[in-house]
T-cell receptor
Framework: EAQVTQNPRYLITVTGKKLTVTCSQN?????MSWYRQDPGLGLRQIYY???????DKGDVPEGYKVSRKEKRNFPLILESPSPNQTSLYFC?????????????FGPGTRLTVL | GDSVTQMEGPVTLSEEAFLTINCTYT??????LFWYVQYPGEGLQLLLK?????DKGSNKGFEATYRKETTSFHLEKGSVQVSDSAVYFC????????????FGRGTSLIVHP
């Protein structure tokens, strides 16, 4: 089954404790990205990656890091989480051929930083 | 820059009512247009799409027509069900070869029995 998986689905942590949210896709997609979703603000892109070893900042990259060492994986790293990073996070991937690019989303990770 | 504007919600309807969620876009060129749906507790999933002017996307009773002259892609359904309660996102992509999509803020739909 074609899918994007994220782990964990729920995470409660404390300020300053480094964490990683994993994202993996099994569709051989080149493009992957991370979003956060907050009430009233819609989806905001954090980082994206056009292919292995190619990453770039989205609209709200501060406080986040990413890496793309393999095509299928795109982890999101919070080196020193703060309460304002409490949010619902989504990973997405898409093919870059064919003229249009449907986004495939993971199920989301709800993060609470105390 | 490119942008997508959706009507603010929540939109509250009774079952079997007609639904319209407005979406307009600003873009220099001819993007592909999408509607995504997010059911409670889930990620977004593609509902329908249109890749060129006058195309009509349809799925699960929902329809939207790519109107270049009005730069719009309004979502419609003739008779909503309680199970349609979700958040709906309009989006565009494909401008200038860019794969980075632009999303609207989302419109919450609540359907009462």
């Amino acid at each position: 089954e074609a899918q994007v998986t994220q782990n964990p689905r729920y995470l409660i942590t404390v300020t300053g404790k480094k964490l990683t949210v994993t994202c993996s896709q099994n569709m051989n997609h080149e493009y992957m990205s991370w979003y956060r979703q907050d009430p009233g603000l819609g989806l905001r892109q954090i980082y994206y990656s056009m292919n292995v070893e190619v990453t770039d900042k989205g609209d709200v990259p501060e406080g986040y890091k990413v890496s793309r060492k393999e095509k299928r994986n795109f982890p999101l790293i919070l080196e020193s989480p703060s309460p304002n990073q409490t949010s619902l996070y989504f990973c997405a991937s898409s093919d870059t051929s064919g003229g249009y690019n449907e986004q495939f989303f993971g199920p989301g990770t709800r993060l609470t930083v105390l | 820059g490119d942008s997508v504007t959706q009507m603010e919600g929540p939109v509250t309807l009774s079952e079997e009512a007609f639904l319209t969620i407005n979406c307009t876009y600003t873009a220099t060129g001819y993007p592909s247009l999408f509607w995504y749906v997010q059911y409670p507790g889930e990620g977004l999933q593609l509902l329908l799409k249109a890749t060129k002017a006058d195309d009509k996307g349809s799925n699960k009773g929902f329809e939207a027509t790519y109107r270049k002259e009005t730069t719009s892609f309004h979502l419609e359904k003739g008779s909503v069900q309680v199970s349609d309660s979700a958040v709906y996102f309009c989006a565009l992509s494909g401008l200038g070869g860019s794969y980075i999509p632009t999303f609207g803020r989302g419109t919450s739909l609540i359907v009462h029995p």
